[in-house]
């Protein structure tokens, strides 16, 4: 509660205050720009050339409201940022953004000057005080020309055939990184638990005895399966990606794949937690054969072939075992 008291509400900023604010937020977000321009330089060139003009742009713009307060108000900027003001808008961490692929980072910029644009004019329209109500519209139209030169250098850099490049780069990125690990991962767990599940199922006709056997073999083929894939290759030759990405995905798929058919067994009546197990197995497999056919170009019957009589063979040893 101190720390809410203390920030300053914009209505009672002073337009030397509201200028000062206005620097420091062209500041941070041309910081932002540069982050993202280094991120994408390797992968991404003709994005990262459009993020280093809009950081130019920002750098103008600051340049020109510092001139602006030095006639207006003189040499001494008072220090004046975003958290300092109640209700003015955010912007998100950098690391949170340049995970999460080049069209996110993209789309945020666009939010980034659409946000600054709406905020000024709203605040122009809040305000009765003729000088102040100038200022802040030049500022929403400042932020108005950003979008317009993002525009501008996005048809300068990014031609049709640039754009196919690099959202083909970025779609091979996110198979490699995301869609091959955890699909490898769901494979394993919802494969390689069936054995053991259903052994110990028929074997023991026990419900909470079998969940708790599932829920081991789950947990752990998911941290053996991650820390494997993690470890076994950091991304830099294979250009697959972070190794910490891959071996999360990996690791989250191969538990969840085998807690589907582990669940059940929370029921206490055996035929009942074994037939909804079993149909679980059956929702698994296909949909695992849906991914690899969707996302990976799989052909539809070999992907049947492989995933589905692989699984249901598997089944079959932990039936006849357990049974036995």
Do not use: C
Request: proline content about 2%.
């Amino acid at each position: 509660m101190r720390f809410l008291t203390q920030r300053r509400r914009f209505k009672d900023l002073t337009e030397q205050e509201v200028l000062a604010l206005a620097i420091s937020s062209e500041e941070d977000d041309a910081q932002i720009y540069r982050n993202y321009a280094q991120q994408l330089r390797a992968e991404f060139p003709d994005t990262a050339k459009v993020f280093d003009g809009m950081a130019k742009e920002e750098d103008g713009h600051r340049q020109a409201l510092i001139e602006l307060h030095r006639k207006r108000f003189g040499e001494v900027i008072p220090l004046l940022r975003r958290e300092h003001v109640a209700g003015y808008y955010a912007r998100r961490p950098v690391w949170l953004i340049e995970n999460l692929g080049i069209e996110r980072i993209r789309e945020e910029a666009e939010a980034m000057e659409r946000d600054a644009e709406r905020f000024y004019l709203s605040a122009a329209q809040r305000t009765q005080d003729a000088d102040t109500r100038k200022l802040l519209g030049d500022l929403a139209a400042a932020e108005a020309g950003h979008q317009r030169r993002a525009g501008e250098l996005s048809d300068e850099h990014l031609d049709e055939a640039s754009l196919e490049s690099e959202e083909a780069r970025s779609k091979r990125q996110f198979l490699l990184t995301w869609v091959q690990p955890g699909l490898a991962g769901l494979m394993d767990g919802s494969v390689s638990t069936l054995a053991p599940i259903f052994a110990t199922a028929f074997a023991t006709q026990d419900t909470w005895t079998t969940f708790l056997v599932g829920l081991a073999a789950s947990v752990g083929a998911g941290i053996s399966m991650g820390f494997t894939e993690a470890a076994s290759d950091d991304g830099a030759l294979s250009g697959r990606g972070s190794p910490w990405k891959r071996g999360f995905a990996s690791g989250i798929m191969t538990t969840v794949g085998g807690l589907g058919h582990a669940l059940p067994y929370l029921i206490t009546d055996f035929w009942t937690a074994t037939s909804l197990a079993i149909i679980v197995v059956f929702v698994e497999l296909w949909a695992i054969v849906w991914i690899q056919n969707r996302f990976m170009d799989t052909p539809f019957f070999r992907a049947t072939f492989q995933v589905v009589l692989g699984g249901a063979l598997v089944f079959a040893a932990g039936v006849i075992i357990g049974g036995g």
